[in-house]
């Protein structure tokens, strides 16, 4: 699991960097908003194992994010 996140935040800083450096933030925005709802359904798996409350609110957060992603695309 831990992996996995190192290498989607990874993956998600380098493509908001080349976004910004290059100004194309409108054609990479879905891509970033799927990125950022693996990032946070990923975070809810993890504080779920540890049975706290604040897996409802990411796992919340990573189904829209999964929805506009999808939408925008």
Do not use: D, H, N
């Amino acid at each position: 699991m831990k992996i996995i996140r190192i290498i989607l935040a990874t993956v998600l800083v380098a493509f908001c960097s080349y976004g910004l450096v290059t100004g194309t933030t409108g054609i990479m925005l879905p891509y970033l908003l799927l990125l950022m709802g693996g990032m946070f359904l990923l975070m809810g798996v993890i504080e779920f194992q540890k049975r706290k409350p604040v897996a409802f609110t990411s796992f919340l957060v990573a189904g829209f994010s999964f929805f506009v992603g999808i939408y925008t695309i």
